[in-house]
């Protein structure tokens, strides 16, 4: 999660909860992954559910690399209008 500063300059914190989600599953186990991310007092919430762990990994991390990338795009977009 430490590559996604270089999407983000300011990340002030970053919480990553990973492990199982539920018991209720009849087959096999399905893993979470959640971060929450507060960049310039905007909190950024991504979860997403796996069977494998890294793959929900994976899968957080590419999402909160869009998002940081749009939040960034759309902060120099407001810099450059003079908003």
Do not use: P, W
Not at 67 to 73: D, F, G, M, P, Y
């Amino acid at each position: 999660m430490e590559t996604l500063n270089k999407f983000m300059e300011g990340i002030e914190q970053m919480d990553v909860e990973v492990g199982m989600s539920t018991h209720h599953h009849h087959k096999g186990n399905v893993f979470l992954c959640r971060v929450n991310v507060v960049v310039g007092g905007e909190v950024i919430r991504v979860e997403r559910e796996e069977v494998d762990l890294y793959k929900a990994i994976d899968k957080v991390r590419d999402h909160l690399r869009e998002t940081l990338a749009q939040a960034k795009k759309r902060e120099a977009d407001k810099r450059q209008n003079g908003s």
